[in-house]
């Protein structure tokens, strides 16, 4: 069965730095576009980055532009997002997803099949 697995999370204070990985299982997905999406309690869940199948383009909201970092390993099967300078407004569940299509684009939820759990991140002040 295909799962996605976040790690990575954990609580931290304003400026700290964190590296969330997500491993994928039961398919491989290097034709397919990876991104991390976020959902603070009470709130939508929202796009952070994502990065094409072949890493070409790559593509961050602007609250986490320059802070960010998005990457994927396809021997590995993983993506990554390193994130610095952490506010208390990144404090969230992350989330990672596969799109649904190989070699399509996907920025929004419903291009999006597959889904991790989530990991939570804290960032106080």
């Known amino acids: 069965q295909v799962q996605l697995a976040e790690s990575g999370g954990g609580s931290v204070q304003t400026g700290a730095s964190l590296t969330l990985s997500c491993a994928a299982s039961?398919?491989?997905?290097?034709?397919?576009?990876m991104a991390w999406f976020r959902q603070a309690p009470g709130k939508e869940r929202e796009f952070v980055a994502g990065?094409?199948?072949?890493?070409?383009?790559?593509y961050y909201e602007n609250f986490v532009k320059g802070r960010f970092t998005i990457s994927r390993d396809d021997a590995k099967n993983m993506v990554y997002l390193q994130m610095n300078s952490l506010k208390p407004e990144d404090t969230a569940v992350y989330y990672c997803?596969?799109?649904?299509?190989?070699?399509?684009?996907?920025?929004?939820?419903?291009?999006?099949?597959?889904w991790g759990q989530g990991t939570q991140v804290t960032v106080s002040s």
């Open positions: 997803a596969v799109a649904r299509e190989a070699f399509h684009g996907a920025y929004y939820e419903s291009d999006f099949g597959y």
């Open positions: 039961g398919r491989t997905f290097s034709s397919y576009a």
């Open positions: 990065i094409t199948w072949n890493s070409k383009d790559i």
